[in-house]
């Protein structure tokens, strides 16, 4: 069978749950760089995760990008080559919106892929919905998806939304 890779990045400020979701996803165990953080009393990606998942023949690579901004140079590294991004932001703290606006800036300022936007911790409550953060972020609600980045269900509806902006664009 004829094999095709596809590069997915996975982008969104600390906390957002872009380990959480490429573990969800991975088929295959991951490859994680988180080291604990001087700054936070938790760990925080400083290089990238890793995982992948075959999804009929297609190979999917997720690669996971770090949070903060004193990181930005990786992400155009990662960036290259990817068919679309998964920019996620937590849904239940607004504060981190900011950072996803700046995000989505420096990644579709240098190249205008599809994306879409996963707003994670729906279980979660008095979380913001899909179109509220949307409508903060100035980003089209048809492009937001409320996910839970812990559930396998919910993590893949927001990768087969990214598919359906492909196909479209
Ligand atoms: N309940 C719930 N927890 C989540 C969700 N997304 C992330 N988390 C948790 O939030 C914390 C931060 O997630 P992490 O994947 O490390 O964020 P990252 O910094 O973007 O890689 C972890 O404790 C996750 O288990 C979600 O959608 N629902
Ligand atoms: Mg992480």
Redesign the pocket.
């Known amino acids: 069978m004829n094999e095709t890779a596809i590069k997915i990045l ?1 982008a ?12 969800t996803l991975s088929q295959s165990p991951v490859v994680n760089t ?1 080291v604990p953080c001087s700054t936070a009393n ?4 400083v290089a990238m ?1 890793f995982g992948q998942l075959q999804l009929d023949q297609y190979a999917i690579h997720l690669f ?1 990008a ?2 903060q901004e004193r990181f930005d140079f990786t992400w155009e590294i990662l960036l290259d080559g990817a068919l679309g991004v998964l920019l ?1 932001v ?2 239940k703290d607004a504060t981190h919106f900011p950072q996803a606006r700046r995000i989505y800036d420096y990644l579709l300022s240098r190249n205008p892929v599809p994306l879409v936007l996963g707003i ?5 409550p008095n979380c913001w919905d899909g179109k509220e953060v949307a409508s903060y972020l100035d980003l089209d609600p048809a492009a937001a998806v409320p ?5 396998l269900e ?1 993590a893949t509806e927001l990768l087969v939304r990214l598919f359906d902006c492909v196909e479209r664009a």
């Open positions: 996975v969104g400020p600390s906390g957002a749950g872009k380990t959480t979701l490429i573990q988180d938790r760990s925080t990606t995760d996971g770090p949070g996620l937590s849904g994670t911790h729906q279980d979660h996910i839970n980045a812990t559930d919910s």
